[in-house]
């Protein structure tokens, strides 16, 4: 076995409001070296820990669209509710995650469930853009919702556990349907366990830490920092020193094509982005009020 070694370790930037109801601090893309070492993710934004008052007006973003990719989203604590063009919704809570493909286009909202709203509380998320190679960004829109039952967990030898939202760890696999190889895991270790975990050769890999640090080999990811691991090495070997750690593991297939990212829209060529541009004005991606 070969370790993967930790290559750079990233903090958000400032904290800024998507809508009104998701305040939030943005990993990835982060600068063009780290864009491409992402690769298949697009986009992570991190909603840390935040109360909310009691409101009868649910938080959220109004409709707006999506072409080219999937958005994914972990909730942690408190409830998101989904609605989108093709006539799906949901709601997910705590440690429930909802996978959307946008593909050729969707229009959605999202926001603050309304009975949660209305009691108010904790909430805590993330949202990941998970990229679609070019033959599938054309492809149908989608929706899974995947819920905490269904997640594939892993007991490790040191007490602590990994669930699987997606990928294959120790003959468990996570529920999502993903268009390339993903692996989208939570780890939560114990006081200074160190943990062997079996990861696929040549997929990236990152790191963010919710809670405690880790130390791996070539250095420690802090709270609230995406540490970036070179894609060779087939075991990840981290250590969770005095408190214990929780993260969100980030691996996946490079997909290996170029990106043009504007706004909702990740096509592989500028004159995609045009296309989705016009579609968009044109009503292609179907009607939400
Ligand atoms: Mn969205």
């Known amino acids: 076995m070969t370790d993967r070694i930790l290559r750079s370790v990233h903090s958000g930037d400032r904290f800024h409001w998507v809508g009104d109801g998701f305040y939030v601090t943005q990993l990835l893309p982060g600068g063009r070296e780290l864009q491409e070492a992402a690769d298949p993710f697009l986009l992570m934004d991190y909603h840390p820990v935040k109360d909310y008052p009691p409101t009868d007006r649910p938080r959220g973003v109004g409709a707006h669209p999506h072409r080219g990719f999937e958005t994914v989203t972990l909730a942690f604590e408190g409830a998101v509710q989904h609605h989108d063009s093709t006539g799906g919704g949901g709601v997910i809570y705590p440690g429930d995650a909802q996978w959307m493909t946008a593909a050729r286009g969707i229009l959605h909202k999202e926001y603050h469930e309304p009975e949660w709203a209305r009691q108010g509380g904790r909430f805590h998320m993330m949202q990941l853009w998970v990229n679609l190679p070019s033959a599938d960004k054309m492809g149908d829109p989608g929706y899974q919702a995947l819920t905490a039952e269904s997640m594939g967990k892993v007991k490790l030898p040191g007490g602590g556990t990994v669930t699987l939202y997606a990928g294959e760890l120790d003959g468990e696999t996570g529920p999502a349907r993903t268009h390339t190889p993903i692996e989208l895991w939570d780890l939560q270790l114990a006081a200074d366990e160190t943990a062997e975990l079996t990861v696929p050769d040549g997929h990236t890999l990152m790191l963010f830490v919710l809670d405690g640090h880790l130390d791996t080999v070539g250095g ?54 045009v296309q989705a541009i016009e579609d968009f004005n044109a009503g292609t991606f179907g009607h939400l009020d």
Do not use: K
């Open 220 to 273: 420690r990811i802090g709270r609230e920092e995406l540490g970036l691991f070179d894609r060779s090495g087939d075991r990840l070997r981290i250590t969770a020193p005095e408190t214990g750690a929780r993260a969100v593991l980030l691996g996946g297939r490079p997909i290996g094509e170029p990106v043009v990212f504007y706004g909702p829209f990740a096509m592989t060529s500028e004159a995609e982005i």
